[in-house]
């Protein structure tokens, strides 16, 4: 059983910056890659950032520059610091991890997504 916890978001006004944080928690052998998608209403789910096992990044064109995204030396965190944020970028922001796991078999690949952390707009 693997868990993923998200935290960081929160109100921002246009220019400001956040920090969101993703822990996977649970049976985990390796990381293949974690990363942070966002979704507005009513759209589908898009990238924003993600690192892999070796640290290499991948980021949506949108927010190079701006946003970087980073994992804690041996550990499952991932962190996700947005900076200079656009109104058009305060939607929910979804971890998501790409897992190699322990079962009572094999070791498999499993995905797995958090619930969601919301990014707010404050005028």
């Known amino acids: 059983q693997v868990q993923l916890v998200e935290s960081g978001g929160g109100l921002v006004q246009a220019g400001e910056s956040l920090r969101l944080s993703c822990a996977a928690s649970?049976?985990?052998?390796?990381?293949?890659?974690m990363g942070w998608y966002r979704q507005a209403p009513g759209e589908q789910r898009e990238l924003v950032a993600t690192?892999?096992?070796?640290?290499?990044?991948t980021y949506a064109d949108s927010v190079k520059g701006r946003f970087t995204i980073s994992r804690d030396n041996g550990k499952t965190t991932v962190h996700l610091q947005m900076n200079s944020l656009k109104p058009e970028e305060t939607d929910g922001y979804h971890c998501?991890?790409?897992?190699?796991?322990?079962?009572?078999?094999?070791?498999?690949?499993?995905?797995?997504w958090g619930p969601g952390t919301q990014v707010t707009g404050s005028s």
């Open positions: 998501k991890a790409d897992l190699r796991v322990r079962g009572t078999g094999a070791i498999r690949r499993e995905i797995y």
């Open positions: 649970g049976s985990i052998y390796g990381i293949n890659a």
């Open positions: 690192i892999t096992g070796g640290s290499i990044t």
